[in-house]
């Protein structure tokens, strides 16, 4: 006995005699197979965590600033971030995705960046 699915085999079936409908089915064209499903990575609405990566040879990080879009000042560099280290700090629930990130380094350089979407990626790089 043969599980048949879908109308048109019910259809076939039903008119035709077993042995003419196992015959129509065997001639049928296969199945198409179904398109792949592709992963959407759904974008937070709140960003969680910042990584903050110094890449600078020789200039640490000396200080961090780290300013929701409300003008709230939600994280700062507990100690400096020497070169090539990373790290992570986790932000307040709610802060929402874009911040301001200001940083400052041990040879007077500045870095002051407006609407950083931290939502869309986590990672702040500083480089030479």
């Known amino acids: 006995m043969r599980i048949v699915t879908g109308l048109a085999s019910v259809v076939l079936i039903m008119g ?3 042995g003419a409908a196992m015959a129509q089915q065997a001639n049928a064209p296969a199945a198409a197979p179904a398109a792949p499903r592709t992963a959407q990575r759904a974008v937070p ?3 969680a965590e910042i990584i903050l990566t110094n890449a600078r040879s020789g200039a640490v990080v000396t200080g961090l600033s780290v300013t929701s879009a409300a003008g709230k000042s939600v994280a700062t560099l507990k100690k400096p971030l020497e070169p090539g280290k990373k790290i992570t700090i986790r932000l307040p629930k709610n802060s929402g ?9 041990s040879d007077d350089a500045e870095f002051d960046q407006t609407d950083v979407n931290l939502c869309m990626d986590k990672t702040v790089r500083f480089t030479d």
């Open 16 to 18: 035709l005699g077993q």
């Open 45 to 47: 609405k709140n960003a």
């Open 97 to 105: 995705c874009t911040f301001a990130v200001n940083a400052s380094f």
